[in-house]
Protein backbone atom coordinates (compact mmCIF):
# COMPACT_ATOMS: atom_id res chain seq x y z
CA UNK A 1 0.00 0.00 0.00
CA UNK A 2 0.78 3.80 -0.18
CA UNK A 3 3.69 4.28 2.20
CA UNK A 4 5.37 7.47 3.82
CA UNK A 5 8.90 6.82 4.51
CA UNK A 6 9.08 9.31 7.71
CA UNK A 7 13.57 9.47 8.90
CA UNK A 8 14.59 9.10 11.31
CA UNK A 9 12.75 6.77 13.37
CA UNK A 10 14.04 7.88 16.28
CA UNK A 11 15.95 10.37 17.55
CA UNK A 12 18.15 11.62 21.14
CA UNK A 13 19.40 14.91 21.79
CA UNK A 14 20.34 17.62 24.18
CA UNK A 15 17.79 20.16 25.50
CA UNK A 16 18.82 23.31 23.29
CA UNK A 17 19.32 21.61 20.31
CA UNK A 18 17.36 21.81 17.06
CA UNK A 19 15.95 18.75 15.04
CA UNK A 20 15.40 17.98 11.84
CA UNK A 21 12.90 15.26 10.19
CA UNK A 22 11.38 14.61 6.99
CA UNK A 23 9.15 12.64 4.94
CA UNK A 24 9.19 11.12 1.41
CA UNK A 25 6.78 9.25 -1.00
CA UNK A 26 6.98 8.04 -4.82
CA UNK A 27 3.50 9.59 -4.90
CA UNK A 28 2.08 12.98 -5.27
CA UNK A 29 0.25 14.51 -2.50
CA UNK A 30 -1.64 17.77 -2.13
CA UNK A 31 -1.71 18.47 1.22
CA UNK A 32 1.44 17.35 4.07
CA UNK A 33 0.28 17.73 7.75
CA UNK A 34 2.79 17.56 10.74
CA UNK A 35 1.19 16.28 14.00
CA UNK A 36 2.71 14.96 17.66
CA UNK A 37 1.37 12.40 19.60
CA UNK A 38 1.63 11.85 23.56
CA UNK A 39 0.97 8.82 25.19
CA UNK A 40 -2.57 7.41 25.56
CA UNK A 41 -3.45 10.26 23.20
CA UNK A 42 -4.51 10.49 19.53
CA UNK A 43 -2.30 12.84 17.23
CA UNK A 44 -2.45 16.57 17.48
CA UNK A 45 -2.11 19.01 14.85
CA UNK A 46 1.23 20.86 14.68
CA UNK A 47 1.45 22.81 11.09
CA UNK A 48 -0.08 22.31 8.14
CA UNK A 49 0.77 22.97 4.56
CA UNK A 50 -1.61 23.60 1.70
CA UNK A 51 0.76 24.19 -1.42
CA UNK A 52 3.94 23.51 -3.09
CA UNK A 53 6.93 25.04 -1.70
CA UNK A 54 4.89 26.67 1.26
CA UNK A 55 7.27 27.45 4.13
CA UNK A 56 5.34 27.51 7.28
CA UNK A 57 6.37 28.47 11.16
CA UNK A 58 4.30 27.97 13.96
CA UNK A 59 6.44 29.51 17.29
CA UNK A 60 9.69 27.05 17.44
CA UNK A 61 8.54 24.63 14.75
CA UNK A 62 9.04 24.88 10.63
CA UNK A 63 8.05 23.27 8.14
CA UNK A 64 8.32 22.88 4.39
CA UNK A 65 6.12 21.58 1.59
CA UNK A 66 8.21 19.57 -1.25
CA UNK A 67 8.35 21.65 -4.55
CA UNK A 68 8.09 18.57 -6.11
CA UNK A 69 5.28 17.74 -3.36
CA UNK A 70 6.26 14.29 -2.65
CA UNK A 71 7.91 15.31 0.54
CA UNK A 72 8.22 17.94 3.35
CA UNK A 73 10.35 18.18 6.11
CA UNK A 74 9.70 19.25 9.86
CA UNK A 75 12.25 21.48 12.12
CA UNK A 76 12.20 22.40 15.82
CA UNK A 77 14.71 24.71 17.10
CA UNK A 78 15.64 24.91 20.73
CA UNK A 79 14.77 22.12 21.65
CA UNK A 80 13.12 21.91 25.42
CA UNK A 81 11.76 18.65 27.43
CA UNK A 82 8.32 18.92 26.36
CA UNK A 83 8.78 18.38 22.80
CA UNK A 84 9.25 14.85 23.90
CA UNK A 85 6.87 12.38 21.68
CA UNK A 86 6.11 11.24 18.44
CA UNK A 87 5.95 13.39 15.50
CA UNK A 88 4.09 11.90 12.09
CA UNK A 89 3.79 13.02 8.89
CA UNK A 90 0.39 12.72 6.87
CA UNK A 91 -0.58 14.04 3.73
CA UNK A 92 -3.50 13.54 1.24
CA UNK A 93 -2.80 11.28 -2.14
CA UNK A 94 -3.32 13.94 -5.25
CA UNK A 95 -6.79 13.63 -6.48
CA UNK A 96 -8.21 11.64 -3.78
CA UNK A 97 -9.80 11.47 0.16
CA UNK A 98 -6.73 8.85 1.50
CA UNK A 99 -5.17 10.66 4.44
CA UNK A 100 -2.32 8.55 5.23
CA UNK A 101 0.51 8.94 7.88
CA UNK A 102 4.32 8.39 8.28
CA UNK A 103 6.24 6.19 10.63
CA UNK A 104 6.64 8.29 13.26
CA UNK A 105 9.78 9.62 14.68
CA UNK A 106 10.20 9.10 18.40
CA UNK A 107 12.02 12.15 19.91
CA UNK A 108 13.81 12.30 23.00
CA UNK A 109 15.20 15.40 24.65
CA UNK A 110 17.44 14.87 27.75
CA UNK A 111 17.87 17.62 29.93
CA UNK B 1 -17.81 20.88 21.81
CA UNK B 2 -17.03 16.84 21.73
CA UNK B 3 -14.90 16.89 18.44
CA UNK B 4 -14.93 13.38 18.23
CA UNK B 5 -15.76 10.27 19.96
CA UNK B 6 -15.13 6.85 19.92
CA UNK B 7 -16.67 3.99 22.20
CA UNK B 8 -15.27 1.43 24.03
CA UNK B 9 -12.21 2.87 25.05
CA UNK B 10 -11.27 -0.71 26.06
CA UNK B 11 -12.05 -4.14 24.81
CA UNK B 12 -10.91 -7.56 25.81
CA UNK B 13 -12.30 -9.84 22.68
CA UNK B 14 -11.55 -13.66 22.85
CA UNK B 15 -10.49 -14.96 19.13
CA UNK B 16 -13.54 -15.32 17.02
CA UNK B 17 -15.87 -13.12 18.68
CA UNK B 18 -17.19 -10.16 17.10
CA UNK B 19 -17.63 -6.23 17.87
CA UNK B 20 -18.37 -2.91 16.54
CA UNK B 21 -16.23 0.08 17.17
CA UNK B 22 -18.04 3.41 17.45
CA UNK B 23 -17.25 6.91 16.17
CA UNK B 24 -19.27 9.85 16.15
CA UNK B 25 -18.57 13.80 15.26
CA UNK B 26 -19.87 16.78 16.13
CA UNK B 27 -18.00 19.16 13.42
CA UNK B 28 -20.31 18.69 10.42
CA UNK B 29 -17.79 17.18 8.32
CA UNK B 30 -17.72 15.34 5.41
CA UNK B 31 -14.88 12.93 5.59
CA UNK B 32 -14.48 9.68 8.44
CA UNK B 33 -11.51 7.62 8.74
CA UNK B 34 -10.67 4.43 10.70
CA UNK B 35 -6.56 3.66 11.83
CA UNK B 36 -4.75 1.35 13.47
CA UNK B 37 -1.38 1.92 15.29
CA UNK B 38 0.61 -0.97 16.00
CA UNK B 39 3.76 -0.11 18.00
CA UNK B 40 6.93 0.88 15.24
CA UNK B 41 4.46 0.95 12.36
CA UNK B 42 2.30 4.57 12.91
CA UNK B 43 -0.80 5.09 12.17
CA UNK B 44 -2.26 2.50 8.93
CA UNK B 45 -5.46 3.78 6.95
CA UNK B 46 -8.09 1.05 7.33
CA UNK B 47 -11.23 2.46 5.50
CA UNK B 48 -12.31 5.61 4.79
CA UNK B 49 -15.06 7.58 3.59
CA UNK B 50 -14.70 10.61 1.62
CA UNK B 51 -18.88 11.53 2.32
CA UNK B 52 -21.46 10.31 3.24
CA UNK B 53 -23.02 7.19 1.60
CA UNK B 54 -19.27 6.21 0.57
CA UNK B 55 -16.54 4.21 2.05
CA UNK B 56 -13.26 2.62 0.65
CA UNK B 57 -10.87 0.56 1.08
CA UNK B 58 -7.61 1.64 3.09
CA UNK B 59 -3.89 0.30 3.47
CA UNK B 60 -5.03 -2.48 5.52
CA UNK B 61 -8.94 -3.40 4.97
CA UNK B 62 -8.95 -6.97 5.58
CA UNK B 63 -10.91 -8.42 7.92
CA UNK B 64 -12.68 -5.28 8.55
CA UNK B 65 -15.90 -3.48 7.41
CA UNK B 66 -17.49 -0.36 7.88
CA UNK B 67 -20.94 1.43 7.75
CA UNK B 68 -21.05 5.11 7.78
CA UNK B 69 -24.57 5.25 9.36
CA UNK B 70 -25.05 9.04 8.32
CA UNK B 71 -22.88 12.14 8.17
CA UNK B 72 -22.26 11.90 11.85
CA UNK B 73 -21.40 8.38 12.55
CA UNK B 74 -18.87 5.54 11.03
CA UNK B 75 -18.53 2.64 12.67
CA UNK B 76 -15.54 -0.12 12.51
CA UNK B 77 -16.47 -4.01 12.60
CA UNK B 78 -14.72 -6.74 13.34
CA UNK B 79 -16.52 -10.17 12.10
CA UNK B 80 -14.11 -12.71 13.64
CA UNK B 81 -11.62 -11.50 15.75
CA UNK B 82 -7.61 -12.35 15.63
CA UNK B 83 -4.65 -11.79 17.75
CA UNK B 84 -3.67 -9.97 15.00
CA UNK B 85 -5.84 -7.81 15.49
CA UNK B 86 -4.72 -6.52 18.84
CA UNK B 87 -3.81 -2.86 18.30
CA UNK B 88 -4.99 0.87 18.78
CA UNK B 89 -7.80 1.85 17.08
CA UNK B 90 -8.11 5.42 15.78
CA UNK B 91 -11.19 6.99 14.46
CA UNK B 92 -10.82 10.76 12.75
CA UNK B 93 -12.62 13.43 11.25
CA UNK B 94 -11.97 15.81 8.11
CA UNK B 95 -12.80 18.11 5.43
CA UNK B 96 -11.28 18.71 1.99
CA UNK B 97 -7.97 20.87 2.79
CA UNK B 98 -8.63 20.68 6.60
CA UNK B 99 -6.79 18.62 9.15
CA UNK B 100 -8.02 15.26 10.85
CA UNK B 101 -9.44 15.72 13.97
CA UNK B 102 -8.75 12.58 15.88
CA UNK B 103 -10.72 10.44 19.09
CA UNK B 104 -9.02 8.86 21.85
CA UNK B 105 -8.65 6.02 20.76
CA UNK B 106 -9.63 1.77 21.21
CA UNK B 107 -7.62 -0.28 22.85
CA UNK B 108 -8.23 -3.71 21.88
CA UNK B 109 -6.97 -6.71 22.65
CA UNK B 110 -7.60 -10.15 21.06
CA UNK B 111 -6.83 -12.94 23.11
Known amino acids: GQQLNQSPQSMFIQEGEDVSMNCTSSSIFNTWLWYKQEPGEGPVLLIALYKAGELTSNGRLTAQFGITRKDSFLNISASIPSDVGIYFC???????????FGTGTRLKVLA | NAGVTQTPKFQVLKTGQSMTLQCAQD?????MYWYRQDPGMGLRLIYY???????DKGEVPNGYNVSRLNKREFSLRLESAAPSQTSVYFC??????????FGQGTRLTVV
Open chain 2, 27 to 31: MNHNS
Open chain 2, 49 to 55: SASEGTT
Open chain 2, 92 to 101: ASRDLNTEAF
Open chain 1, 90 to 100: AGCLSGTYKYI
